[in-house]
């Protein structure tokens, strides 16, 4: 991911120039509770590696070796905000009907206002591992067989509804995804799809920031392969966006790169 934004360092304008490598680990665990119902877990980890160049008001490079109050070279691995969600589904001949809803633990680690602490000349960190508060999350999926080819609709919304200790409030998210799964063999399986996500503004203290997270959305094409191994079943994706149109400045990110690898206990 990268980002590109100007800053008064010491009185004359530094232009930031970001690039971010970020990966997620995500155990996801159901339990079958009896009838159509499962009790499900999603716990990930997420590591951020940042690296900071800084250009004079010309874009030319500049040596802040020490980085700066605002960014500097750091990697963090830290866990985000686990779910726990109630899953529902049911079948009708070649239809299949599901239902998720439950809540986001706040136990991500939340920072403090960097834009107030950046205005008072203090150093700060503006990655936010969890929304610090518990989110409701909703969601709906439909899937059907049509030949060979298995479809899937889902949505997914996960609900801000109020300020975290830090008077920080992140935005309402929403993401829906067409899905097409295709056998090429009794193992291998083409994968394709596309996305949509949808992120509302954050706030903080009800204000918004103008050089914060101000609201984006994005749609991307992905294409992928699964391998059937025993009980479990490996995967590959690649997704690419095609449009990102945010608010005010932000990432631009150029690929999607997802490893999946599931497992089924009869």
């Known amino acids: ?17 970001q690039d971010f490598t970020t990966s997620e680990l ?7 509770l009896g009838g159509h119902l499962a009790l499900e877990t999603i716990l990930p980890v997420r590591a951020v590696s940042a690296t900071i160049d800084f250009l004079d008001a010309q874009r030319r490079p500049l040596d802040l070796s020490g980085g700066s109050i605002h960014h500097r070279d750091d990697t963090l691995l830290r866990p985000a905000d686990p779910w726990l969600l109630l899953h529902a589904a ?3 001949g070649a239809v299949t009907l599901a239902l998720r809803a439950g809540v986001s633990l706040p136990l991500g680690r939340a920072e403090e206002n ?8 203090l150093p700060h960190q503006h990655l936010q591992f969890g929304t610090g508060t518990w989110d409701p999350l909703l969601g709906i999926g439909i899937g059907r067989r049509v030949g060979r080819l298995n479809l899937s609709l889902t949505g997914l919304a996960r609900f801000v509804v ?13 993401a829906a995804s067409l899905q097409a799964e295709r056998p090429l063999s009794p193992r291998w399986h083409l994968l394709a799809g596309a996305d949509v ?3 509302q503004s954050e706030t903080w203290q009800g204000r918004r920031e103008e050089e914060g997270n101000l609201g984006r959305t994005d749609v991307l094409l992905g294409v992928g392969v699964a391998r ?9 994706s690649l997704r690419v966006p095609i449009v990102s149109r945010a608010a005010s400045a932000q990432l631009d990110y150029p690929l999607l790169v997802s490893i999946g690898w599931s497992w089924q206990r009869h």
């Open 162 to 174: 109020g300020e975290n200790a830090h008077a920080y409030r992140a935005g309402h998210r929403y």
């Open 26 to 32: 995500g155990l996801v665990a159901s339990r079958g």
């Open 114 to 121: 960097p834009f107030e602490l950046g205005r008072r000349g």
């Open 228 to 236: 059937t191994l025993g009980a479990g079943s490996l995967s590959l």
């Open 1 to 17: 991911m990268h980002h590109e934004h100007p800053t008064l360092e010491t009185g004359s304008l530094t232009w930031h120039v």
């Open 90 to 92: 049911r079948s009708a």
């Open 197 to 199: 996500m949808r992120e």
